[in-house]
């Protein structure tokens, strides 16, 4: 296992959070309000993006009758007499999802109050209640913290709340509102945030932050007429992020699926309002949207969603297809990934994706997952071999527990994971989340034949402390119905001999299902019935039994967190040898049956 942090990386932390705090300080003092005003607002706000997300209008409804359920937490409040503005938020993920107001899509679809419909032969120009409410959200925040605050206009939040009001701008800034002073007050404190936006944008997290800051500052800049300086500014970070951030294969630095595709579509609307706003992309920018849309394809499950891998949740099927409708490229996926460390192998209507790429660097792994040679298994029945993964919307309690080896579809030695994290104290205070060690070199290699395709990867995760490398080796045969697969522990011959051969490591190998498919054991338990929703049939068998079933959880399809099993092959391993036979190699196998009956039943 390697060491993922330096010397230098404590001087950089220090340096950065030094700097954010004099920031903070001088903003705090109102030094740049002065600042703040400059410049006549236009009458009208140029072209608008396009929202390919969703709305929930049942949540859009639930926050119009007070309640505000975000990242697994519910705030309830009498909206006819109090602001949720100034109520203390339950958990910091809470504040950041409320201020970010990717919310306030849902409440301008809610559906129309039993009161509009009332008044609707009396005003029937009136707008509809949702949208009323949709303003006066906005417009009590901008009461509340539209000067300035550490918190609601930290970078990432910024940035989120930036783009979701100009993707509800027709609601927030349409030149039809009565009150068109009021109008101006909205368009002026995005200006405001924009601008704070274009002088603090080098103090952002890396990574998807810094990336997201640049879209935003180009999404105003081009979206409010007349801000030559901030469109010039924001299409430049976006240049210098992009082409830093964005792989050759397509992928995200910090090796997330979701991370990459949340790009692609930001990038896609921004693309249309550059177009009717007559301003062309730099070659960087162009370049780095034809990479991402085959990547997408390339982590795109059947069932229309993407896998989930470090940090990323099968995201909005809605809104990735529509994406991937607007590729020009139209590229199909790829077998290997080779910068962002992922296999692909499809074969009838079954696709796996195998994790065989090293921990991002640095502050880029603070949402990166132990998750090394971890596999996703997708049929035509749907998800069928699933990792925990992730949501935004999921309760915070849960985030560090589904970083573990074991939240993932893989092997775990002795019950610790491939990669570890900082334990609670100064270290973490002062680096954040971040990976405090990772697998090291991850090896990996691929070979096609008719009959299938052949997957393997080694890594090194637990070579430091244990003196064993994990291999595993995957077959998915051409028909789609066959996945074989090998786990075994090997000591490499370059370490010599174990100091204590009699030493023996357990192991537990994981196979995460998805909450869908249910599962039994058979008498003997030495395998397994896995039926998937639509009735088709999988056996899971290995050599290394008996195995168990046991509770999981899924996190990736979002809130609340889905109950799940998991299948477990134990055993323990000995400190020596080439993995090429029980006990330190354990064969496993899943076998399509077929079509077995809506009856759950005992496998034979």
């Not at 950065?16 to 705090?28: G, I, K, M, Q």
């Not at 395709?453 to 066959?482: C, K, M, N, P, T």
């Amino acid at each position: 296992m390697a060491r993922a942090v330096r010397l230098s990386d404590y001087a950089g932390a220090m340096v950065a959070a030094a700097r954010r705090e004099a920031s903070s300080t001088l903003h705090s003092m109102g030094l740049f309000s002065g600042l703040h005003d400059l410049g006549p607002l236009a009458s009208e706000v140029g072209p608008l993006p396009e929202d390919f997300y969703a709305s929930q209008p049942a949540r859009g409804t639930d926050i119009l009758s007070g309640r505000f359920q975000l990242a697994g937490d519910l705030l309830s409040i009498d909206p006819a007499h109090d602001n949720i503005w100034l109520k203390p938020a339950p958990t910091r993920a809470f504040a950041r999802r409320l201020h970010g107001f990717g919310w306030l899509r849902d409440v301008i679809a809610a559906p129309a109050s039993h009161n509009d419909d009332d008044d609707a032969d009396e005003a029937p120009a009136s707008p509809p209640y949702s949208a009323v409410a949709a303003r006066q959200l906005v417009d009590a925040w901008i009461k509340a913290f539209g000067r300035w605050n550490s918190f609601a206009w930290s970078h990432g939040v910024l940035s989120a709340r930036i783009i979701n009001w100009l993707r509800a701008g027709e609601v927030l800034f349409e030149t039809g509102e009565a009150d068109r002073k009021v109008r101006n007050v909205r368009l002026r404190s995005l200006l405001r945030q924009a601008r704070y936006l274009q002088r603090t944008i080098p103090l952002a997290h890396d990574g998807a932050v810094r990336l997201r800051c640049a879209i935003a500052l180009s999404f105003a800049g081009l979206c409010i007429p007349r801000q030559a300086a901030l469109q010039k500014a924001g299409l430049a970070a976006l240049e210098k992020e992009v082409k830093r951030q964005i792989l050759p294969d397509g992928g995200h630095v910090s090796r997330s699926p979701r991370a990459g595709t949340e790009a692609l579509i930001d990038l896609l609307a921004l693309r249309d309002v550059a177009e009717k706003a007559g301003v062309e992309f730099s070659r960087e920018i162009v370049r780095a949207i034809d990479r991402l849309a085959p990547m997408s394809r390339f982590f795109r499950m059947s069932d229309g969603g993407l896998a989930s891998f470090h940090g990323g949740g099968e995201c909005d099927h809605g809104a990735l297809k529509l994406a991937l409708s607007r590729d020009e490229t139209s590229a199909k996926p790829f077998g290997f990934a080779p910068h962002s460390g992922y296999h692909r192998a499809e074969a009838g209507g079954a696709t796996i994706i195998l994790d065989v790429g090293k921990a991002p660097p640095g502050v880029l792994s603070a949402g990166a997952h132990a998750s090394a040679l971890a596999f996703e298994l997708c049929t035509t029945g749907g998800r069928l071999v699933v990792n925990c993964g992730w949501h935004d919307d999921q309760p915070s309690s849960w985030r560090e527990a589904v970083r573990a080896t074991a939240a993932h579809s893989t092997l775990t030695l002795e019950e610790t994971s491939s990669s570890r994290l900082f334990a609670p104290g100064w270290r973490r205070d002062l680096l954040g989340p971040r990976l405090a060690s990772a697998p090291g070199p991850v090896t990996a290699r691929r070979n096609e034949e008719e009959m299938g395709v052949w997957l393997e990867g080694i890594h090194e995760g637990y070579r430091e402390e244990y003196g064993l490398s994990h291999r595993r080796r995957v077959f998915l045969a051409a028909d789609g119905g066959d996945l074989r697969g090998e786990d075994a522990l090997f000591r490499p011959v370059s370490d010599g001999p174990p100091d204590n051969v009699d030493v023996r490591f357990r192991f537990a190998i994981r196979f995460h299902l998805h909450p869908d498919v249910r599962a039994s054991l058979s008498r003997d338990s030495m395998s397994a019935l896995l039926v998937q929703p639509d009735g088709d049939g999988w056996r899971f068998r290995t050599d290394g039994g008996p195995i168990r079933l046991e509770r999981s959880v899924y996190l990736a399809a979002g809130a609340p967190p889905q109950r799940a099993t998991q299948i477990v092959v134990q055993g323990e391993a000995e400190p020596f040898g080439a993995g090429d036979r029980p006990p330190n190699r354990v064969r496993w196998a899943f076998q399509r049956l077929g079509r077995v009956g809506g009856t759950q039943g005992e496998a034979g």
